[in-house]
């Protein structure tokens, strides 16, 4: 359970859901009650809707906010652990964290592409990488998602995951007419990267039989090592990876 366990942050406000705040909110305490290990109850919320949730008399146990407005709110006595921001094309992380000057217990993960270097990353502050969106080109191809993975591995860089992960195995779109990375192969990815050998077949392959294999050899200490590195990944839908894992036997079917 070490490989999977607080894999999954509640993106339930983001496409293809985009559920209405009071649905996402009344799914995160139903998630919460269930107490499940893979997710990690942590509520994705853009930071022009911040009001909206502080008014809304539930308080989710975490907050991501993901910076969709030129100057962050005031978080005030909420549980906002994680800020999440694109990289400005003309600054460093170093330069964007001394910015935004972050309350200490809040953690900054700066969006890069996965074909560009970011330079240097402060401690205490990620990366956070795109694997999909609402059209083919925003899914990065195997290479540049292993190129990234393995320099985050490279320099003990920790990263988040978002978008187009909806299932554990890569498998083919045929609305985009492209194939979506899965957050099995992306966990197994890290996996190859932390031993020191290239993650870019894991990524590839739709092998389900090959992927559970692997998955089932990998030892705690490589596990370890690999959940270091990959903190987390937003999801829209909080059921689909339980559901995926438990098909795949990866996690056993009645846990809650």
């Known amino acids: 359970m070490k490989l999977y366990a607080a894999l999954v942050d509640d993106a ?3 496409p293809p859901s985009s559920l209405h705040m009071t649905e996402a909110l009344a799914r995160n305490r139903r998630d919460l009650e269930h107490g499940h290990e893979v997710l990690t109850h942590r509520f994705l919320c853009p930071a022009s809707r ?3 949730l502080r008014g809304s008399g539930y308080r989710p146990r975490r907050i991501g906010l993901i910076a969709d407005t030129d100057e962050l709110p005031d978080f005030g006595d909420l549980p906002v652990d994680y800020v999440e921001t694109r990289l400005p094309p003309d600054s460093t992380v ?5 910015r935004l000057g972050l309350p200490s217990g809040v953690r900054l993960f ?5 074909h560009k270097a970011a330079g240097d990353v402060p401690p205490g502050t990620g990366l956070k990488v795109r694997c999909g969106g609402a059209s083919a080109e925003e899914f990065p191809p195997a290479e540049h998602l292993a190129q990234f993975i393995k320099s985050c591995a490279d320099t003990g860089i920790p990263f988040k995951a978002t978008a187009g992960l909806h299932h554990a195995v890569r498998h083919f779109d045929p609305s985009l ?4 990375h899965g ?3 992306l966990l197994l990815a890290v996996c190859e990267a932390v031993e020191g050998r290239d993650p870019t077949h894991v990524l590839r392959t739709t092998d389900v039989t090959r992927l559970v294999h692997m998955a089932r050899a990998v030892s705690d200490e490589t596990a370890e090592r690999a959940r270091r590195l990959l903190v987390s990944y937003g999801s829209c839908n909080t059921t689909a990876p339980l559901d995926d894992l ?3 036997g990866l996690i056993e079917e009645g846990t809650r």
């Open 12 to 14: 339930g406000l983001f």
């Open 50 to 52: 911040l009001d909206r």
């Open 94 to 98: 170093e330069e964007l964290a001394a």
């Open 110 to 114: 700066a969006e890069v592409p996965a």
């Open 177 to 180: 007419g492209v194939d979506r």
């Open 183 to 185: 957050f099995l192969n």
């Open 246 to 248: 438990r098909a795949l």
